[in-house]
């Protein structure tokens, strides 16, 4: 029967063992996913250690190595599979979304008190949620350009809001 004192006991002798073949299989372990993995892998060695096999070291050793390289295994098919989903994403031109104006009224009002250029500041910027030197890219204008329409629109935004 194993108790949590003899395991403590074995975690702190066999801890180093970890670290080693994380550092030995060259593991980043950001977030002590591999960590937690060896010292269930060393939970397992040790509940199933059979002395006629072998010594309890190599055993040990054997367990937490093939664990690791498990998890290495498992999260790369995990990866693999996320980026052919991502792919598939992309060659079906679902990889973006397009915000639909939905009350097109409110957006009416708004653009008939705007200039041509103060209004596509608000779509990209607002309704499309674009940056600054995307719109620039898209209008063929300079950044400033497009941030001078920007300031001009929420100058007349905000006046339309307290006359609104």
């Given at each position: 029967?194993?108790?949590?004192?003899?395991f403590?006991?074995?975690?702190?002798?066999?801890?180093?063992?970890?670290?080693?073949?994380?550092?030995?299989?060259?593991i980043?372990?950001?977030?002590?996913?591999?960590?937690?993995?060896?010292?269930?892998?060393?939970?397992?060695?040790?509940?199933?250690?059979d002395?006629?096999?072998?010594?309890?070291?190599?055993?040990?050793?054997?367990?937490?190595?093939?664990?690791l390289?498990?998890?290495?295994?498992?999260?790369?098919?995990?990866?693999?599979q996320?980026?052919?989903?991502?792919?598939?994403?992309?060659?079906?031109?679902?990889?973006?979304?397009?915000?639909?104006?939905?009350?097109?009224?409110?957006?009416?009002?708004?653009?008939?008190?705007?200039?041509?250029?103060?209004w596509k500041?608000v779509?990209?910027?607002?309704?499309?949620?674009?940056?600054?030197?995307?719109?620039?890219?898209?209008?063929?204008v300079?950044?400033?350009?497009?941030?001078?329409?920007?300031?001009?629109a929420?100058?007349?935004?905000?006046?339309?809001?307290?006359?609104?």
């Open positions: 029967m194993v108790t949590d004192e003899m403590e006991r074995l975690v702190a002798e066999s801890e180093d063992l970890i670290h080693y073949h994380i550092h030995k299989l060259n980043r372990d950001r977030n002590g996913d591999f960590y937690a993995e060896g010292l269930f892998a060393l939970w397992n060695a040790y509940r199933t250690y002395p006629e096999a072998g010594t309890l070291k190599s055993y040990m050793h054997w367990k937490v190595r093939n664990a390289i498990d998890k290495i295994r498992k999260d790369s098919r995990i990866y693999e996320e980026e052919g989903i991502a792919e598939r994403i992309v060659q079906e031109g679902r990889d973006h979304w397009e915000d639909e104006i939905t009350d097109e009224h409110l957006w009416n009002q708004v653009k008939v008190n705007l200039t041509p250029n103060q500041w779509y990209h910027y607002i309704v499309m949620d674009r940056s600054i030197s995307q719109i620039a890219r898209l209008e063929k300079t950044q400033d350009a497009v941030k001078n329409w920007g300031r001009h929420r100058k007349k935004l905000k006046e339309l809001g307290t006359t609104m």
